[in-house]
């Protein structure tokens, strides 16, 4: 069964509004979770490492007061795109680890910006 | 230089072939592998990982790892059009958060 949730599954919105995406592992808690960005034939990007109870760690390139992230509780994080843009229409896909070794991905999330 | 490079494919055969698909890795301190298939517009589904070197089955599925190359491998036995994905290779430092994904390679498997 999954490991990992997203909600929703497609979000279509007005350019200047905000989205949040919710990402739940279901399975265990996750001290720590991982947003990433896909385009379209493109691979995964790394945006951030989300830490329950702490400020979540963004990569190089990434605006933290742009993508928003809030780990509350061990088994929720969220992701609130703010003031969206077209150009940040995407495939946006959360990830928990499970011990060392497995990571486990949502099943994504499909913004469109109008 | 790409810490992972993959090659795109796409990659088309023909059903019950046996599929072969690489990785190559730069930096010799990576120690986890895996393996992930992505279906259109769908999060990707881990197949395989394995940890530092050897080889790993699971059902048609074979993940291989050789450091000594740094190269890493899938292979798919007696494909079938439902294997018809894109295959992610990942690859992970021992103590880093950070995967790093190939660009993944696109394959078809025809009926």
Redesign the interface.
Known sequence: GAV?S?HPSRVICKSGTSVKIECRSLDFQAT?M?WYRQFPK???M?MA?SNEGSKA?YEQGVEKDKFLINHASLTLSTLTVTSAHPEDSS?Y?C?VRRG?????????T?LLVL | QKEVEQDPGPLSVPEGAIVSLNCTYSNSAFQYFMWYRQYSRKGPELLMYTYSSGNKEDGRFTAQVDKSSKYISLFIRDSQPSDSATYLCAIRQTGANNLFFGTGTRLTVIP
């Open positions: 990992v997203q720590t991982f493109q691979s995964l790394l490492t760690t495939f896909i990830s060392l070794e497995t990571q486990y991905f949502g099943p994504g499909r």
